[in-house]
């Protein structure tokens, strides 16, 4: 039978003669046969199978062959044609036995039908051939867990010790598991310590694993290493499996780097020897945090210890170059497989490619991998293939792509188009500012009724409108979601507007959209007062800001705090700024590079040029919040502001001595600072510098070091630099000419003055403006040429 399909199965059956063949051995070739179909996923030959039974009149059903096709429709999440048999049964002559019932249960979990899992097991009492056992119980149990309804798990527990049905191992890890699913994980380590006082449940390997599993979903990561170390204690031997179990809680709870070292004690087990999947493992874990060259390593140990990399390996890892934005290396990784007859890809590997296109920008290199994969392999493109290129197409603002792609997917046999594509397509097109062809293919999805607008696309498409600062359009559609018949806004929904209402600096308009929540009662969570504080933010209303963040339903975190003090710093309120950093502090939140760098910038534009170099210090001391060069730029402004050009020149000097490369723009706030202080020699050594250190002084700078030289009388040296800024290829603009004309002007130099407004006329980069002529008359007036100057 393993060597026929389904459907040969069927025709084999109905064809093949009875005679020579028992009713026994005959019924017994036709539950063979439905239990094959059940693993193929063949339900309906299932169902023919059990009519042709009936039809056969010397091989009726009984009672094994309706539990096992109970058993192989439940296996294909078939909870319906389960019931149905279930009840067939009972209109019929065949009598349910606990097998039957518990296979009908089994099928309700696995279609998540908690309830008629309940109503089965309850209905078992009732017939004195079917008692419930603790099979019946155990499968209750699982299914209750399934659906998030962990107290009734518990209290199917309960009921089993009140009706003497003896639990096992299986009854708590089912409970332990449906605890873990929703986070309950110390009610998952009572039921594990309550195991030891049970004589027929003592824990075993499989429900340390399930514990484990429920201490990593929490976060409590150093649990579910107490709990692997306790292993040993308790005589129960740890596998890799339980092992991958707290690699995976590490790396879930951002503890990446002990999921390494757990890999690396497996080598001293002789019990738990690494394998593809524990490697698989610590590969994503160092994913998910960017730490690509980490996970490469770990493709690279594989070989090493002669460990043969599957293909969840390779997708692990490729998903892992992609979060760090190497789509070259995912490409590579991609190549290996194909070379490679024991990890060949699958979808999961080309979408993962497309994906690592997608994060870099590459939309070209994902379209060729789409194409190639659909014309020249045997894998069956899929939606979520179609919708990872969608999303490249929209990194690389190619709406008109993106669109196309989704117009493709109508005109081919497979995949169709899904809520999900037309989401994708939204945001690509809103990404590039085009949200009227946003709002057309929302009104194009409610015309399709396969499709229907969902909350995702409504949400998409309000991005879109925010991008393009349309914030009246924004209400619009939230206000659309009002009316219809089964959508309505929710908390997803109303982040996107408050946030696209921010960007348009309607920050009265956010604060009315977190007034509607509350009178809709839908939920506001964090991020949803972050987008409002944000918003205050943007409309420099930093006490809204302030107000928002303290009455905050939950604890607010580091993104909360980082928004209120660019909002701070925005209302030009540094100390309100400054006092957040020790707050943050106060609660156990931790200050990140953004956090630090909005107080720098906070103080710097107050002017408080000790404060901000003191920040700038505290930052070095933290591996993760090291300042970049914008730091330093808004440090060296604020000196300048202050007159004090040494201090700036030494936090130039401070960033060559801890190789923090300066940028065009660093280096004009300390020309800047430079022509504050009367320092126009300092300005000039500054621009020499810039061209030694190979960054090229943009127009800024040129323009900074001619105003510094004409403030202090040296319209020689600024003539000079204009000539340079030719010589150099960089464009003068009006500004430079304006300040080449003051600095000549204010030393009488008027001969030189209308020089340059007549360079002016000739340049059409650089057309003389009303400052320009201001000037000019100016310096005419001063070297007392007043026909000129009329």
């Not at 024991?342 to 999961?348: K, S, T, V, W």
Request: charged share 20%; aromatic share 8%.
């Amino acid at each position: 039978w393993a060597q026929r399909s389904p459907c040969q199965m069927c025709e084999a059956m109905s064809n093949s003669p009875i005679t020579g063949q028992t009713s026994g051995q005959r019924r017994k070739e036709y539950t063979e046969a439905m239990i094959e179909c059940g693993k193929t996923g063949k339900w309906q030959e299932v169902l023919e199978l059990l009519s042709q039974m009936w039809r056969d009149q010397k091989t009726q059903p009984d009672t094994v062959s309706y539990s096992a096709a109970i058993t192989a429709v439940g296996r294909c999440s078939r909870w319906r044609a389960a019931l149905q048999l279930l009840g067939d049964m009972r209109d019929t002559t065949v009598e349910p036995n606990v097998i039957s019932f518990n296979s009908a249960i089994t099928a309700c979990g696995e279609g998540r039908q908690w309830q008629h899992a309940m109503r089965i097991l309850s209905n078992m009492w009732y017939n004195k051939n079917a008692q419930p056992d603790h099979i019946s119980f155990n499968a209750a149990i699982s299914a209750a867990g399934r659906c998030g309804k962990w107290q009734q798990a518990l209290r199917m527990l309960q009921e089993m010790k009140k009706s003497n049905v003896d639990t096992n191992s299986g009854s708590y890890t089912s409970a332990i598991s449906a605890c873990g699913d929703q986070r309950q994980w110390e009610k998952s380590l009572v039921l594990l310590d309550e195991m030891w006082t049970q004589p027929t449940a003592l824990p075993n390997e499989i429900s340390c694993c399930a514990a484990i599993n429920a201490c990593g979903r929490a976060g409590m990561w150093q649990e579910a290493l107490k709990l692997l170390f306790k292993m040993s204690k308790w005589k129960i031997d740890a596998t890799a499996t339980t092992y991958s179990c707290a690699m995976k809680a590490c790396s879930d709870g951002k503890h990446w780097s002990h999921s390494l070292s757990l890999l690396d004690s497996m080598w001293y087990n002789p019990k738990a020897q690494p394998d593809a999947v524990t490697y698989s493992v610590a590969i994503s874990g160092c994913g998910k945090y960017g730490q690509w060259k980490q996970a490469l390593q770990l493709m690279e140990q594989m070989k090493q210890y002669k460990v043969e990399a599957d293909s969840a390996a390779y997708n692990s890892a490729i998903a892992a170059c992609g979060n760090g934005k190497r789509w070259e290396k995912a490409m590579e990784l991609l190549d290996q497989m194909w070379r490679n007859p024991q990890a060949q890809p699958n979808l999961i590997s080309i979408n993962s490619s497309i994906g690592a296109c997608s994060s870099c920008g590459q939309w070209q290199e994902a379209l060729r991998l789409l194409t190639e994969t659909e014309s020249g392999s045997h894998l069956k493109i899929d939606a979520t293939s179609y919708t990872c290129a969608i999303n490249a197409c929209g990194e690389g603002k190619q709406w008109m792509k993106a669109v196309q792609l989704l117009d493709d997917m109508w005109y081919r046999p497979h995949p169709a188009p899904s809520s999900i594509s037309y989401s994708a397509t939204i945001t690509a097109c809103g990404r590039s500012g085009q949200w009227k062809k946003a709002l057309e293919l929302l009104a194009e999805m409610q015309r399709h009724p396969k499709i229907g607008s969902d909350s995702s696309s409504y949400t998409s498409a309000i991005t879109a409108c925010g991008e393009g600062r349309q914030w009246a359009q924004v209400l619009a559609i939230l206000d659309e979601m009002w009316h219809h018949k089964v959508l309505r806004p929710d908390t997803i929904s109303y982040n996107a507007a408050i946030t696209s209402c921010g960007r348009c600096s309607e920050w009265q308009t956010s604060l009315q959209l977190m007034s509607d929540m509350q009178r809709h009662k839908v939920y506001m969570d964090t991020p949803v007062f972050n987008a409002g504080i944000t918003a205050c933010g943007e409309g420099k209303q930093w006490e809204q800001a302030l107000k928002l963040l303290n009455n905050m339903w939950y604890k607010p975190n580091t993104v909360s705090y980082n928004a209120a003090i660019k909002a701070c710093g925005r209302g030009n309120e540094w100390q309100a700024a400054l006092a957040l950093l020790p707050e943050m502090q106060k609660w156990n939140i931790r200050a990140n590079y953004i956090s630090y760098s909005s107080a720098v910038t906070a103080a710097a534009e107050g002017g408080q040029w000790q404060l901000a170099q003191s920040l700038l210090g505290r930052m070095w001391g933290h591996e993760k919040t090291k300042p970049e060069a914008s730091n330093y730029k808004d440090v060296i402004a604020a000196c300048g502001y202050c007159q004090q050009w040494r201090q700036a020149l030494k936090l130039i000097e401070e960033m060559d001595k801890y190789e923090v490369q300066p940028d065009a723009a660093t280096y004009n706030a300390a020309i800047i600072a430079c022509d504050e202080g009367w320092q126009w020699g300092a300005a000039l050594d500054l621009l020499k510098t810039m061209w030694r250190k190979e960054v090229e002084p943009d127009i800024d700078c040129y323009n900074s070091a001619i105003i510094a030289c004409g403030h202090c009388g040296e319209w020689r040296e600024a003539l000079r630099l204009l000539e340079e800024m030719q010589t150099w290829d960089v464009g003068a603009n009006v500004a430079s000419y304006n300040a080449a004309i003051a600095a000549c002007g204010d030393k009488y130099q008027w001969e030189t003055v209308l020089q340059l407004l007549d360079d002016m006329w000739c340049n059409r980069h650089a057309q003389p403006n009303m400052a320009s002529i201001n000037a000019a008359i100016s310096a005419c007036e001063k070297g007392k040429q007043w026909t000129r100057a009329l």
